[in-house]
Structures are given as C-alpha cells and as structure tokens.
C-alpha cells in the first residue's frame, strides 16, 4: 500500500482526478459516470431516509434487496439463489473483494488475476499475506492464452479471481476461457471469486456469469455492484452470490469489515434491480454509443484504440508518439491536453510493467457532447 518511495499511497484514480480538477480537464480517468441514475429510484432512497431507514441494516443487507438480487439472477441468467442463505450485500464490490479474500486466503496461499487487474486485488492479496500470480492478457487482443492459464494454477492456487467483462481492457472473456477457469478450480480445488460488476454493461454481446456454466456455481462467489448497472457509483452497494457454504463465510468476515451497509439505499437498489430489460439494454446501448464517440475521434487523431466488447473503459496506444512513460503523459495530460486518463502500468506488477507502457484507459461513460469536447482536445496529444 505503500508508493514506490515508500510513503502511504493514495489510488491512482485519487490522484488523477485531483489532478483533472485542478486543471478543469475532462476527466476520462476515474470510471463514473456523468449522468444520474433513474430519478425513480433515487427517489426512494430520499423517502426511505424520511420515513426511518436511518440504522443498522441487518448485517447481510435487508431481504428485500437480497430477495431482488435473487429475482435478477433468475430473470437474467436462469439461476436460482437462495435469498436468505446465498445472497450477502457489501458495501460496494470493494467490501466483497474484501471479504471473499480474506475469507479464504492463508499466508502463502497463492491468487491467480489476469494482468492488467483492478487496483483493489493486489492490495488485499497482499493485506491477507498471499501471493498474486498473474496471467497476462497482451495488447492488442487482450485474451489470455489458455496454455498459460493452465501453468499459473497449481495445487498451490487457493482462489482464480476474474472480472469479467474486464476492467481496464474491456475483454468480455470467452465461454472457452470460462469453462477452463471451471475445470482448473476442480482439478486443483481452488476458489473462484468473480467480479462481474460490469455484468450489465456489454455491447452486441451477452455476460455469461461463470457461476452459470457446468460445476461453476458450486466453487463461485460472483460479485457485483449497484454502482455500475444504475450509475449509482457513489452509492456503495454491492453484493455477493454463490453457495451457502461460500456466502456464509464472505458474510462471517464482512460483519467485522462494516457489519452492514446504508439502509436507505437498499430498497431504492431492491427496486433498480426489477427495472425492465429496456431500462438495461438502453443504458448498454447509450454506454456503445459513447464508445463509439472516443473510439472514432481517438482514432481520427491517430491514435490506435483497442475496440471494448463491456465496461466503461478502453484502451488507447500511444506508443508511436510518446516521449515519455504513459504514467508521466497521464501526470502531465490534465495540464496539457485538458483532458484525464489512467496508465495501464498502474494496473499490473513491477516487473511486467514494459509490456503495458504505452497504454492509456479512457472511460467513456460520459454525456456525447463531453466525449466530442474530449476528442477535440485529444488532438493535441500526439
Ligand atoms: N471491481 C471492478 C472491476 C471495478 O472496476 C470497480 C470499480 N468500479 C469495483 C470492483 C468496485 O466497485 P464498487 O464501487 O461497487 O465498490
Ligand atoms: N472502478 C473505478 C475505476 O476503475 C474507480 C473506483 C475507485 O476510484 N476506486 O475507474
């Protein structure tokens, strides 16, 4: 947790968005979105507040919510999850991360990701003592090759943690990749802890949660958000899924992380998450467009861009040009282009950083008319 001078580190999106405020650039940096989630919705957040949800929750969220995230996986993805033993909610999918880690993590205990992976893996491997091995998902394809797959799972490999559809690199991985996480979690009885907390958010082709697949559900705890489905970011509610033994054992160590999570926006979620298919595929919909927007004008200006298939994110290549290391432009873009975006290399191990250096994330989950003021003053970049 410590930066490389050995001082206590803030996250790379803390400082990049500092860095876009100060600057009053367009921040394409951290991943939220400019837009606010169903007025409906937040409306009964507000009335929840005003008529007494101001305590404690119960410790694994209010059945209501559990009993709508069980109806949501049904409704999306044929699975049938018990909602007073199976289903635990988390103050965001961080908390979830959290808790599933170090629930099942032993010192020495090893984690196999994909590399690049999300900020908050490597720091709880590391706060539960274990070791993260990763297996590297190359630019510009960015799928994993599934012989290495099959070297970094050993006998030693206590959790696979995958996030599909993958955030910074926007891969919706395959069926093919998926059933081999399955059969290397049996063959070697690992966990699989999946964040899917883009699970909404994918274009012209369907999430497949792994607990859905063959001998996937037994072994899984799948993970996702309130924040990115309604663009409640800020909200902080989560969930994770999975069989009461696993469950149980996510909601022993979450009690002691929060105990619970912010009633008030429990029934609100409850109810996002009975929204009609439309409201999804919409949000999905409006999220390709934007794509779409900073895709084109990035590649207008000549900047190479690996096309994302999910998320809010993708990835720009900028090894033609640039004169520096990506984290240094994406320290210096704010000032100079006017516009905030994250490095790769911040995303992967010291050592695999070259393989990652000229890449910049771009989040896209913003008004067109902000991409289009973006994309103007991306030209500047090379
Ligand atoms: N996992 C991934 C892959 C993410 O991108 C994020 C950030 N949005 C999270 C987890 C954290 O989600 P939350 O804000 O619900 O804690
Ligand atoms: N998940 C968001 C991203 O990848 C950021 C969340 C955070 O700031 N920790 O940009």
Redesign the pocket.
């Known amino acids: 947790l410590l930066d490389a001078s050995g001082q206590p580190g803030v996250t790379i999106f803390e400082e990049i968005t500092a860095l876009a405020n100060q600057h009053e650039a367009i921040n394409l940096g951290q ?2 979105p400019d837009t606010e989630g169903p007025a409906e919705i937040r409306q009964i957040a507000v009335d929840a507040i005003l008529s007494g949800a101001n305590q404690y929750a119960p410790g694994s969220g209010i059945l209501q919510l559990r009993q709508a995230i069980s109806e949501h996986q049904n409704r999306f993805y044929s699975l049938d999850i018990d909602p007073e033993t199976e289903v635990v909610v ?8 959290a808790a599933a880690l170090l629930a099942f993590l032993e010192p020495g205990d090893e984690v196999v990701t994909f590399e690049p992976y ?1 900020d ?1 893996y490597a720091a709880m491997i590391g706060l539960a003592n274990a070791q993260h091995k990763v297996v590297q998902l190359k630019a510009p394809a960015f799928e994993p090759s599934i012989e290495e797959l099959r070297q970094a799972v050993t006998d030693k490999t206590r959790v696979i943690l995958i ?1 599909n559809p ?3 690199t926007g891969t919706v991985f395959s069926t093919q990749v998926l059933n081999e996480v399955i059969a290397l979690a049996h063959r070697h009885d690992c966990i699989i802890v999946a ?1 899917e ?2 699970e909404h958010l994918t274009f012209g082709t369907k999430h497949v949660p792994i607990a859905s697949l063959p001998g996937g559900f037994e072994r899984t705890i799948t ?6 489905s309604f663009s409640f ?1 800020g909200w ?3 969930w994770a899924t999975g069989p009461k033994n696993l469950i149980t054992a996510v909601r022993t160590v979450k009690q002691f992380l929060t105990y619970s999570s912010g009633p008030a926006f429990q029934p609100a979620v409850a109810k996002a998450l009975d929204l009609p298919v439309a409201f999804f595929e919409g949000f999905a919909s409006e999220l390709a467009d934007g794509a779409q927007i900073l895709a084109d004008g990035l590649e207008n200006a000549g900047i190479p861009v690996i096309r994302p298939k999910g ?2 994110f993708l990835v720009a290549d900028i090894n033609s040009f640039r004169h520096s290391d990506a984290i240094e432009v994406a320290r210096k873009m704010p000032a100079s282009v006017g516009v905030a975006a994250i490095p790769l290399s911040v995303f992967v191990h010291p050592e695999n950083v070259s393989s990652y250096q000229g890449l910049l994330r771009f989040a896209f989950c913003k008004k067109p008319e902000v991409l289009s003021a973006a994309v103007g003053k991306l030209q500047l970049l090379p």
Do not use: L, R
Request: proline share 3%; hydrophobic share 25%.
């Open positions: 991943g939220f988390s103050t965001g999918a961080t908390e979830a991360i999300y908050s996030n993958h955030n910074p964040d907390v883009y993970i996702s958000s309130a924040g990115k970011t902080k509610v989560g998320t809010y």
